[in-house]
Protein backbone atom coordinates (compact mmCIF):
# COMPACT_ATOMS: atom_id res chain seq x y z
CA UNK A 1 0.00 0.00 0.00
CA UNK A 2 1.18 3.62 -0.98
CA UNK A 3 2.20 5.65 1.93
CA UNK A 4 0.81 8.93 2.57
CA UNK A 5 3.85 10.89 2.16
CA UNK A 6 5.20 9.11 -0.76
CA UNK A 7 6.18 11.13 -3.44
CA UNK A 8 4.84 11.37 -6.98
CA UNK A 9 6.65 11.40 -10.03
CA UNK A 10 7.23 14.18 -11.62
CA UNK A 11 5.21 13.84 -14.62
CA UNK A 12 2.21 12.78 -12.42
CA UNK A 13 3.09 16.13 -10.64
CA UNK A 14 2.90 18.16 -13.66
CA UNK A 15 -0.67 17.04 -15.15
CA UNK A 16 -2.12 17.51 -11.16
CA UNK A 17 -1.03 20.55 -11.34
CA UNK A 18 -2.12 21.77 -14.45
CA UNK A 19 -5.53 20.52 -13.46
CA UNK A 20 -5.37 22.18 -10.49
CA UNK A 21 -4.54 25.37 -12.47
CA UNK A 22 -7.10 25.22 -15.23
CA UNK A 23 -10.05 24.13 -11.98
CA UNK A 24 -8.75 27.46 -9.87
CA UNK A 25 -9.25 29.49 -13.28
CA UNK A 26 -13.06 27.52 -14.06
CA UNK A 27 -14.27 28.48 -10.49
CA UNK A 28 -12.71 31.79 -10.03
CA UNK A 29 -11.16 30.94 -7.33
CA UNK A 30 -8.00 32.03 -5.54
CA UNK A 31 -4.99 30.46 -4.54
CA UNK A 32 -5.65 31.38 -1.11
CA UNK A 33 -9.23 29.68 -0.55
CA UNK A 34 -8.16 26.39 -1.94
CA UNK A 35 -5.31 26.15 0.13
CA UNK A 36 -7.80 26.99 2.93
CA UNK A 37 -10.36 24.18 1.66
CA UNK A 38 -7.24 21.61 1.57
CA UNK A 39 -6.04 22.48 4.85
CA UNK A 40 -2.95 23.45 3.48
CA UNK A 41 -0.58 26.37 3.89
CA UNK A 42 -0.23 29.08 0.71
CA UNK A 43 3.23 28.08 0.77
CA UNK A 44 3.30 24.55 0.25
CA UNK A 45 0.43 25.29 -2.98
CA UNK A 46 2.12 27.64 -4.72
CA UNK A 47 5.26 25.34 -4.69
CA UNK A 48 3.63 22.53 -6.01
CA UNK A 49 1.82 24.34 -8.48
CA UNK A 50 4.89 25.89 -9.51
CA UNK A 51 6.92 22.40 -9.64
CA UNK A 52 9.50 23.42 -6.95
CA UNK A 53 8.34 20.74 -4.90
CA UNK A 54 6.66 17.23 -5.97
CA UNK A 55 3.08 16.57 -5.07
CA UNK A 56 2.84 14.45 -2.08
CA UNK A 57 -0.35 11.28 -1.96
CA UNK A 58 -1.59 13.00 1.11
CA UNK A 59 -1.60 16.71 -0.54
CA UNK A 60 -2.84 14.99 -3.79
CA UNK A 61 -5.64 13.54 -1.51
CA UNK A 62 -6.60 17.04 0.26
CA UNK A 63 -6.78 18.65 -2.88
CA UNK A 64 -9.45 16.60 -4.46
CA UNK A 65 -11.43 16.57 -1.49
CA UNK A 66 -11.37 20.23 -1.66
CA UNK A 67 -12.40 20.50 -5.01
CA UNK A 68 -14.59 17.26 -5.54
CA UNK A 69 -12.47 16.05 -8.79
CA UNK A 70 -10.36 13.09 -8.94
CA UNK A 71 -6.77 14.45 -10.04
CA UNK A 72 -4.92 11.17 -10.25
CA UNK A 73 -5.22 9.24 -14.08
CA UNK A 74 -5.44 5.68 -13.37
CA UNK A 75 -2.83 3.55 -15.78
CA UNK A 76 -5.59 2.66 -18.51
CA UNK A 77 -6.23 5.69 -18.71
CA UNK A 78 -3.98 8.08 -19.09
CA UNK A 79 -4.09 11.87 -18.68
CA UNK A 80 -3.83 14.07 -22.09
CA UNK A 81 -0.57 16.19 -22.12
CA UNK A 82 -1.62 19.90 -21.68
CA UNK A 83 1.32 22.18 -22.89
CA UNK A 84 2.01 24.95 -20.39
CA UNK A 85 2.13 27.58 -23.41
CA UNK A 86 -0.90 25.25 -25.15
CA UNK A 87 -4.16 25.48 -23.72
CA UNK A 88 -3.04 27.05 -20.31
CA UNK A 89 -2.26 31.19 -20.51
CA UNK A 90 1.07 32.32 -18.89
CA UNK A 91 0.55 33.03 -14.79
CA UNK A 92 1.42 36.35 -15.48
CA UNK A 93 -2.24 36.76 -17.14
CA UNK A 94 -4.30 34.56 -14.66
CA UNK A 95 -3.01 30.94 -15.73
CA UNK A 96 -6.71 30.63 -16.89
CA UNK A 97 -7.21 27.68 -19.59
CA UNK A 98 -8.82 28.05 -22.97
CA UNK A 99 -12.02 26.12 -21.84
CA UNK A 100 -12.47 28.43 -18.79
CA UNK A 101 -12.41 31.47 -20.98
CA UNK A 102 -14.40 30.60 -23.95
CA UNK A 103 -17.16 32.84 -22.59
CA UNK A 104 -15.13 35.38 -23.13
CA UNK A 105 -14.46 35.05 -27.10
CA UNK A 106 -16.64 37.18 -29.49
CA UNK A 107 -17.02 40.36 -30.70
CA UNK A 108 -17.94 43.43 -29.16
CA UNK A 109 -19.55 46.97 -30.20
CA UNK A 110 -17.18 49.05 -27.46
CA UNK A 111 -18.49 52.33 -26.18
CA UNK A 112 -16.56 55.40 -24.62
CA UNK A 113 -17.04 58.84 -24.29
CA UNK A 114 -15.33 60.77 -27.15
CA UNK A 115 -12.33 62.53 -26.07
CA UNK A 116 -12.90 65.46 -28.47
CA UNK A 117 -16.40 66.06 -28.63
CA UNK A 118 -18.11 66.07 -25.27
CA UNK A 119 -21.66 65.52 -26.40
CA UNK A 120 -20.54 62.90 -28.54
CA UNK A 121 -19.81 58.78 -28.11
CA UNK A 122 -17.64 57.20 -29.69
CA UNK A 123 -17.93 53.51 -31.02
CA UNK A 124 -15.56 50.77 -32.62
CA UNK A 125 -15.71 46.96 -32.85
CA UNK A 126 -13.38 45.13 -30.45
CA UNK A 127 -12.98 40.97 -31.10
CA UNK A 128 -11.68 38.40 -28.49
CA UNK A 129 -10.32 35.09 -29.14
CA UNK A 130 -7.89 32.55 -27.95
CA UNK A 131 -4.31 32.77 -29.86
CA UNK A 132 -2.32 29.53 -29.93
CA UNK A 133 1.12 31.53 -30.59
CA UNK A 134 0.54 33.50 -27.33
CA UNK A 135 -1.45 30.61 -25.28
CA UNK A 136 -4.11 33.34 -24.39
CA UNK A 137 -6.95 35.78 -25.12
CA UNK A 138 -6.23 38.53 -27.38
CA UNK A 139 -7.77 41.74 -28.21
CA UNK A 140 -8.19 43.71 -31.79
CA UNK A 141 -10.04 46.96 -32.23
CA UNK A 142 -11.56 47.35 -35.65
CA UNK A 143 -13.45 49.82 -37.28
CA UNK A 144 -12.34 52.83 -35.78
CA UNK A 145 -12.29 55.81 -37.21
CA UNK A 146 -8.91 57.28 -36.03
CA UNK A 147 -7.53 54.03 -37.53
CA UNK A 148 -3.87 55.34 -36.45
CA UNK A 149 -4.71 54.81 -32.92
CA UNK A 150 -6.06 51.07 -33.26
CA UNK A 151 -4.99 48.98 -30.29
CA UNK A 152 -4.42 44.75 -29.74
CA UNK A 153 -3.15 43.31 -26.64
CA UNK A 154 -2.86 40.51 -24.24
CA UNK A 155 -6.34 39.84 -22.40
CA UNK A 156 -6.04 39.02 -18.11
CA UNK A 157 -8.53 37.36 -16.67
CA UNK A 158 -6.92 36.51 -12.38
CA UNK A 159 -9.20 34.49 -10.23
CA UNK A 160 -8.79 37.13 -7.29
CA UNK A 161 -10.33 39.98 -8.75
CA UNK A 162 -12.92 38.97 -10.87
CA UNK A 163 -12.67 41.05 -13.30
CA UNK A 164 -11.20 41.14 -16.61
CA UNK A 165 -8.13 43.07 -17.97
CA UNK A 166 -7.21 44.58 -21.42
CA UNK A 167 -3.87 45.14 -21.50
CA UNK A 168 -1.86 47.32 -24.68
CA UNK A 169 1.91 47.16 -24.26
CA UNK A 170 3.93 49.12 -26.83
CA UNK A 171 7.56 49.26 -26.40
CA UNK A 172 6.42 50.22 -22.74
CA UNK A 173 3.65 52.06 -23.29
CA UNK A 174 0.63 50.55 -21.88
CA UNK A 175 -3.10 51.10 -21.71
CA UNK A 176 -5.37 49.62 -19.73
CA UNK A 177 -9.17 48.52 -19.92
CA UNK A 178 -10.68 46.94 -16.55
CA UNK A 179 -14.09 45.37 -16.84
CA UNK A 180 -16.35 43.07 -15.11
CA UNK A 181 -18.99 41.20 -17.30
CA UNK A 182 -22.18 40.22 -16.90
CA UNK A 183 -22.69 36.20 -16.95
CA UNK A 184 -25.97 35.87 -18.89
CA UNK A 185 -26.15 38.80 -21.34
CA UNK A 186 -22.15 39.40 -21.74
CA UNK A 187 -21.88 42.92 -21.76
CA UNK A 188 -18.64 44.28 -19.78
CA UNK A 189 -18.71 48.14 -18.31
CA UNK A 190 -15.63 49.29 -16.34
CA UNK A 191 -13.13 52.13 -17.24
CA UNK A 192 -10.24 52.94 -19.60
CA UNK A 193 -6.91 54.55 -18.87
CA UNK A 194 -4.80 55.81 -21.94
CA UNK A 195 -3.01 58.79 -23.35
CA UNK A 196 -4.99 61.48 -24.51
CA UNK A 197 -3.08 62.97 -27.98
CA UNK A 198 -3.17 67.01 -27.87
CA UNK A 199 -1.21 69.66 -29.65
CA UNK A 200 1.97 68.44 -31.22
CA UNK A 201 3.82 66.11 -29.17
CA UNK A 202 1.58 66.59 -26.24
CA UNK A 203 0.30 63.16 -24.33
CA UNK A 204 -2.04 63.91 -21.19
CA UNK A 205 -3.28 60.67 -19.30
CA UNK A 206 -7.14 60.29 -19.49
CA UNK A 207 -9.61 58.09 -17.79
CA UNK A 208 -13.26 57.06 -18.89
CA UNK A 209 -15.92 54.89 -18.67
CA UNK A 210 -16.30 52.23 -21.41
CA UNK A 211 -18.54 49.60 -22.27
CA UNK A 212 -18.47 46.45 -24.39
CA UNK A 213 -21.76 45.11 -25.62
CA UNK A 214 -22.19 41.92 -27.52
CA UNK A 215 -22.34 43.23 -31.32
CA UNK A 216 -25.72 40.65 -31.51
CA UNK A 217 -27.36 42.55 -28.93
CA UNK A 218 -27.42 45.54 -31.21
CA UNK A 219 -29.53 45.26 -34.46
CA UNK A 220 -27.77 47.43 -36.69
CA UNK A 221 -24.28 48.89 -34.62
CA UNK A 222 -22.76 52.47 -35.29
CA UNK A 223 -19.33 53.27 -35.67
CA UNK A 224 -17.27 56.24 -35.15
CA UNK A 225 -18.28 59.55 -33.52
CA UNK A 226 -21.79 59.10 -32.57
CA UNK A 227 -23.91 62.62 -32.41
CA UNK A 228 -27.00 62.51 -30.70
CA UNK A 229 -29.09 62.51 -34.10
CA UNK A 230 -27.61 58.94 -34.29
CA UNK A 231 -30.11 56.30 -34.10
CA UNK A 232 -28.28 54.15 -31.45
CA UNK A 233 -27.00 57.43 -29.99
CA UNK A 234 -29.53 57.07 -26.41
CA UNK A 235 -28.86 52.68 -26.34
CA UNK A 236 -25.41 53.75 -26.46
CA UNK A 237 -25.68 56.54 -24.09
CA UNK A 238 -27.37 54.56 -21.74
CA UNK A 239 -24.69 51.88 -21.29
CA UNK A 240 -22.36 54.34 -20.42
CA UNK A 241 -24.71 55.64 -17.88
CA UNK A 242 -24.89 52.10 -16.36
CA UNK A 243 -20.91 52.02 -15.87
CA UNK A 244 -21.33 54.72 -13.45
CA UNK A 245 -24.51 54.31 -12.07
CA UNK A 246 -24.50 50.70 -10.83
CA UNK A 247 -21.25 51.23 -10.67
CA UNK A 248 -18.63 49.62 -12.08
CA UNK A 249 -16.47 52.00 -11.85
CA UNK A 250 -16.10 55.09 -9.77
CA UNK A 251 -14.52 58.31 -10.61
CA UNK A 252 -13.43 60.44 -6.75
CA UNK A 253 -13.08 64.03 -7.20
CA UNK A 254 -9.73 65.14 -6.45
Same mark, same amino acid.
Given at each position: ???? /???????? !????? /??????IAR??????? *??????????? *???? *????????????? #???????????????? +????????? &??? +??????? !?? #?????????????????? &?????????????????????VFH??????????????? !???????????????????? *????? #??????????????????????????????????????????????? +? &???????? #???????? &??????????
Amino acid at each position: MPTP /DKQLSAEQ !SRQIA /DTIREEIARRRISRQS *LAELAKLSLST *LEKV *LGGRRPFTLATTV #RLEQALGVSLRKTADA +PAPVIPING &DIA +PDGLGAY !SR #RAVAWIEGAYVTIRPSFG &DKDAIFAYRTEIGWDDTASSLVFHERERQDAAYTQFGEV !SVPNQSGHIYLVTNRHGQHR *LITVA #RLAISGEMYGIITTLLAGRGSLLTPIAAPIAYVPVKMIESPTFGRIS +P &DNANYAAY #RAHLRRTI &DEPFAMFLPG
